[in-house]
């Protein structure tokens, strides 16, 4: 089952921080999260393999609450390259697959 | 830095033909897939490939769909006989291992069935 995204969408003025969220109604083994921009493929972003771990990258950083099933995605001081639909991606344990969430379509304007 | 790598970029079909999607994975990946995306909508898993087997399909991949690595290189996705609703962006990804491990995607061949 997809994971939900929230947000569905939001607009961000260019330094201010957003928080997407990931929720499965599966138990989850690991989370991974992309971004895709307009007419791009998705881009690998951060994955995160056991509950509680956090990790950044650049501005971006993203947790995970094994028990809840759930994961958020922080972007602080956002730029405009931000801008781009993020994914979340799920693995459950034991298959060659990643599940794709919902989607949030991020903006960031001047 | 390696990248996949899809061709064409673009296929326009007539409804009812064969089309074959062609994929070269970055070599030194083990694990392959097909995803598609449909105008801008969610990015659904088809299926995934491990040592010239499927290892897990989605119900969207029927009989209509075959994947094959018919060499050291590429790994192709055939739709038989397609139909207006597999319009579609469809993604080739390959990973180093089988779990954890980041999906890298190629650029998409966007297929157009009229």
């Known amino acids: 089952q997809q994971p939900v995204q929230s947000p569905q969408a939001v607009i961000l003025r260019e330094g201010e921080d957003a928080v997407i969220n990931c929720s499965s109604s599966?138990?989850?083994?690991?989370v991974h999260w992309y971004r895709q921009k307009h007419g791009e493929a998705p881009v690998f972003l951060m994955i995160l393999l056991k509950g509680g771990e956090q990790k950044g990258h650049e501005k971006i950083s993203a947790s995970f609450n094994e028990k809840k099933q759930q994961s958020s995605l922080y972007l602080t001081a956002s730029q405009l390259s931000y801008s781009g639909t993020y994914f979340c991606?799920?693995?459950?344990?034991?298959?060659?697959?990643?599940?794709f969430g919902t989607g949030t379509k991020l903006q960031v304007i001047p | 830095e390696p990248e996949v790598t899809q061709t064409p970029s673009h296929q326009v079909t007539q409804m009812g033909q064969e089309v074959i999607l062609r994929c070269v994975p970055i070599?030194?990946?083990?694990?392959f897939y097909w995803y598609r995306q449909i105008l801008g909508q969610k990015v659904e898993f088809l299926v995934s490939?491990?040592?010239?087997?499927?290892?897990?399909k989605s119900e969207i991949f029927d009989d209509q769909f075959s994947v094959e690595r018919p060499d050291g290189s590429n790994f192709t996705l055939k739709i038989r006989s397609t139909k207006l609703e597999d319009s579609a962006m469809y993604f080739c990804?390959?990973?180093?291992?089988?779990?954890?491990?980041?999906?890298?995607f190629g650029n998409g061949t966007r297929l157009t069935v009229t």
């Open positions: 070599s030194n990946h083990l694990y």
């Open positions: 599966k138990a989850l083994y690991s």
């Open positions: 991606g799920t693995e459950s344990g034991g298959y060659q697959k990643v599940t």
């Open positions: 990804a390959s990973s180093v291992h089988r779990d954890n491990s980041p999906l890298h």
């Open positions: 490939f491990y040592n010239n087997e499927i290892s897990e």
